[in-house]
T-cell receptor, first 113, second 116 residues
Framework: DGGITQSPKYLFRKEGQNVTLSCEQN?????MYWYRQDPGQGLRLIYY???????QKGDIAEGYSVSREKKESFPLTVTSAQKNPTAFYLC????????????FGEGSRLTVL | AQKITQTQPGMFVQEKEAVTLDCTYD???????LFWYKQPSSGEMIFLIY??????QNATEGRYSLNFQKARKSANLVISASQLGDSAMYFC?????????????FGAGTQVVVTP
């Protein structure tokens, strides 16, 4: 079945550690996105990528990094520079049509201890 | 800059009744897409319905319909015959080709609780 797979679903990290969240899609989508959601709030864009080897900062990119070496994969690294990393992270993808639907993964919940 | 406003933080609705979730948006673009997503407590984002800015008819998808009033920049979601499984957070969102190449801009969401 086609879809977006995020892993891990739950992740605990100590302060000062980097952590990488995985996002893989088999929908043949060109564009991929990372969003952050805090409790009771909407989603905010961290990074997005339209094509392989290219990506752009979203609204809250500080303390995060990404790579897009393959069309199917868009991993997000939460670095120690991110001051408040505890949140729910959602990966999404879409076709090139910039007014079309985004498909989302099931999310990764990161807790910093 | 675009902005999505959902003024209802939470709503209670009785089973089998209809409920309207408000959404207004602000954009200077002529071409854009409007979306509604449902987020149950498990966290995944479920796409419900889409309305293109040039679509003349209101979108419908099963029990979901979108009341699109372009001049008022309003895109309200109507859920008919509510079911207990409709209890979730609902987000209105918009994409435009001219804002960061179509990033999805979300409202703050409306929490819906369906009661028996």
């Amino acid at each position: 079945d086609g879809g977006i797979t995020q892993s891990p679903k739950y992740l605990f990290r100590k302060e000062g550690q980097n952590v990488t969240l995985s996002c893989e899609q088999n929908l043949n989508h060109d564009a991929m996105y990372w969003y952050r959601q805090d409790p009771g709030q909407g989603l905010r864009l961290i990074y997005y990528s339209q094509i392989v080897n290219d990506f752009q900062k979203g609204d809250i990119a500080e303390g995060y990094s990404v790579s897009r070496e393959k069309k199917e994969s868009f991993p997000l690294t939460v670095t120690s520079a991110q001051k408040n990393p505890t949140a729910f992270y959602l990966c999404a993808s879409s076709f090139s049509n910039p007014t079309g639907e985004l498909f989302f993964g099931e999310g990764s919940r990161l807790t910093v201890l | 800059a675009q902005k999505i406003t959902q003024t209802q933080p939470g709503m209670f609705v009785q089973e089998k009744e209809a409920v309207t979730l408000d959404c207004t948006y602000d954009t200077s673009d002529q071409s854009y897409g409007l979306f509604w997503y449902k987020q149950p407590s498990s966290g995944e984002m479920i796409f419900l319905i889409y309305q293109g800015s040039y679509d003349e008819q209101n979108a419908t998808e099963g029990r979901y319909s979108l009341n699109f009033q372009k001049a008022r920049k309003s895109a309200n979601l109507v859920i008919s015959a509510s079911q207990l499984g409709d209890s979730a957070m609902y987000f209105c969102a918009m994409r435009s080709p001219f804002d960061s190449w179509g990033k999805l801009q979300f409202g703050a969401g409306t929490q819906v609780v369906v009661t028996p």
